[in-house]
């Protein structure tokens, strides 16, 4: 009896043993994938990292610190002019933020942005440079075009195609907000007016237009007068060149060329024996060479804001004195005409412009923060009408009945259009 237990307890051991054997294969079976991804995230830990660190401030006296702001940090490939990481991150109730970030090496770069509804300051850092404090200043918003100045304003004649009557015009603007707040207009006031926009008068008639300026992003909206901008101006001093083409009759050219925000100095060139220039204020100055043409320089200071100058050439070329504008445009003489006029190093400002127009446009269509385009092209458009519409009232060139209706009309289209907006 005793042999037969004995017997039977060493089945029983034996029993119990494969059953632990079973037990322990089947509880490592189900927890090896989860031992594998601890290692791997282990792994991943061990990465090295970057922390971007710094502080929004409100450059604005008495503004509220920037809590909770926005702040992103993207991660900038050169060569393949893309966004390779992006992190987003929000400011402490001081305005501080950290924002970890992978390691990036030669090649890389990052972009540091501040989002806070009115537009995008950024600073970009070099790999060497990360470990060093950020600071971005948001200022409050203004619709008050008070505190916007301009320094100079230079006009350009490079070129005149006397056989179609048509002038090349460059211009040259030195813009300064001098105040705390960022100048943004409203467009979804409606009491907005032509008034509250940024406007430049051109002569009548001009053609082929554009416009190019270090300004934070906005939209170029062309009247009848000229064109007004939506670009939003933080403080400091900011640069636009403008080109376009402009027709004369009979060898005068005439511009009614006015300056709402006011010039501390004007100055037009145009080429020896092209023409003569007169104008409020104006007074003949000294020649310059420019590539292988000698200029004349009109100039005048210290104009108050909403002047008008009248601005006058007789006595223009006749047939086969000098290239069509369109040709010059492409060469070097047209930046260096910009040089001369400024008194300023313009291809710089020229240069900075076009790389920074390419680096948001890359920027934006690798995944960068956008707004609603389309319905801030509707409202664009309306404020566009708007502005026209108070430029002709302002002229004279129409009723006041008639104003008001038309008027009334476009400001109902701009607050359908904000009601119809996503997000509103």
Do not use: C, W
């Not at 070097?332 to 910009?338: D, L, S």
């Amino acid at each position: 009896m005793y042999v037969m237990m004995k017997g039977r307890d060493k089945a029983l051991l034996s029993m119990r043993r494969v059953i632990v054997e079973i037990f322990v294969a089947i509880v490592l079976g189900s927890f090896m994938p989860l031992f594998f991804f601890a290692t791997a995230v282990a792994a991943q830990d061990t990465e090295e990292m970057t922390t971007l660190s710094g502080r929004i401030v409100n450059g604005t006296e008495g503004g509220e610190a920037p809590a909770g702001l926005t702040v992103f940090a993207l991660v900038i490939d050169e060569d393949a002019e893309s966004i390779v990481e992006r992190v987003k991150s929000m400011t402490e109730a001081d305005g501080s933020f950290a924002i970890d970030v992978k390691s990036v090496s030669e090649g890389r770069f990052y972009r540091v942005v501040a989002d806070d509804g009115v537009y995008t300051p950024f600073v970009d850092l070099l790999p060497a440079d990360a470990g060093e404090e950020i600071t971005l200043t948001v200022y409050d918003r203004t619709v008050s075009l008070d505190e916007i100045s301009v320094t100079t304003y230079s006009i350009v004649i490079p070129a005149i195609d006397e056989d179609n009557e048509v002038l090349g015009v460059l211009a040259a603007v030195n813009l300064v907000n001098s105040g705390d707040e960022v100048y943004m207009a409203d467009l979804t006031d409606p009491n907005l007016t032509g008034f509250n926009l940024m406007r430049f008068n051109l002569p009548t008639g001009f053609q082929q237009l554009t416009v190019e300026s270090d300004l934070p992003s906005g939209n170029v909206m062309e009247i009848d007068t000229g064109f007004a901008i939506s670009n939003p101006v933080p403080p400091g001093e900011y640069s636009m060149v403008i080109s376009y083409s402009a027709s004369f009759a009979d060898g005068v050219f005439e511009y009614p060329f006015r300056l709402p925000f006011g010039a501390e100095n004007v100055t037009v060139l145009i080429p020896e024996g092209s023409g003569e220039v007169t104008g409020l204020g104006l007074t003949r100055a000294d020649t310059a060479v420019i590539g292988d043409a000698r200029y004349v320089q009109y100039e005048g200071s210290n104009f108050e804001r909403r002047a008008e100058l009248g601005l006058r050439i007789t006595g223009l070329p006749r047939p086969n004195v000098t290239s069509e504008f369109f040709e010059f445009l492409g060469s070097n003489e047209a930046r260096i005409a910009i040089v001369a006029s400024v008194v300023i190093a313009m291809m710089g400002i020229v240069a900075y412009v076009v790389v920074l127009s390419r680096r948001q446009a890359r920027t934006s269509a690798a995944g960068g923060v956008v707004s609603d385009g389309e319905s801030s092209n509707t409202r664009s458009h309306l404020v566009m009408a708007i502005a026209e519409l108070d430029e002709m009232h302002e002229l004279g060139k129409i009723e006041e009945a008639e104003y008001m209706s038309r008027r009334r009309q476009l400001v109902q289209q701009v607050i359908d259009a904000e009601d119809d907006s996503p997000g509103v």
